[in-house]
Nanobody, 126 residues
Framework: QVQLVESGGGLVQAGGSLRLSCAPS????????MGWFRQRPGKEREFVAA??????????YYADSVKGRFTISRDNAKDTVYLQMNNVKVEDTAVYYC?????????????????WGQGTQVTVSS
């Protein structure tokens, strides 16, 4: 049973932009921290970005490889999380996964996440 569904993947040229979406299926994840991970060809799954809400407001976290290029955001009304990918590079080619974590700790660690989507393919051409 799928609880998170990613969409928006596809083929894009290097330097272009793409926006991925992550929506819940069958339940809400409004109280969860949300993250994006990716798995590049022949490599292990890696952290990309995460977003959470605290008393101080929304907090976001990014892997060094995507800082300044990718932006994670959340639309509470739609209960949807987005990953805006700008100035994409060939090395960004990967299957991108959305995940939800009940805890707000160690969000860069995939083992902290409780629910996962099936993934969406992003291919960047030169």
């Amino acid at each position: 049973q799928v609880q998170l569904v990613e969409s928006g993947g596809g083929l894009v040229q290097a330097g272009g932009s793409l926006r991925l979406s992550c929506a819940p299926s069958g339940r809400t994840f409004s109280s969860y921290a949300m993250g994006w991970f990716r798995q590049r060809p022949g490599k292990e799954r890696e952290f990309v970005a995460a977003i959470t809400f605290t008393w101080g407001g929304t907090r976001t976290y990014y892997a060094d490889s995507v800082k300044g290029r990718f932006t994670i955001s959340r639309d509470n009304a739609k209960d949807t999380v987005y990953l805006q990918m700008n100035n994409v590079k060939v090395e960004d080619t990967a299957v991108y996964y959305c995940a939800a974590a009940k805890s707000n700790y160690r969000l860069g660690d995939e083992n902290e996440y409780d629910y996962w989507g099936q993934g969406t393919q992003v291919t960047v051409s030169s």
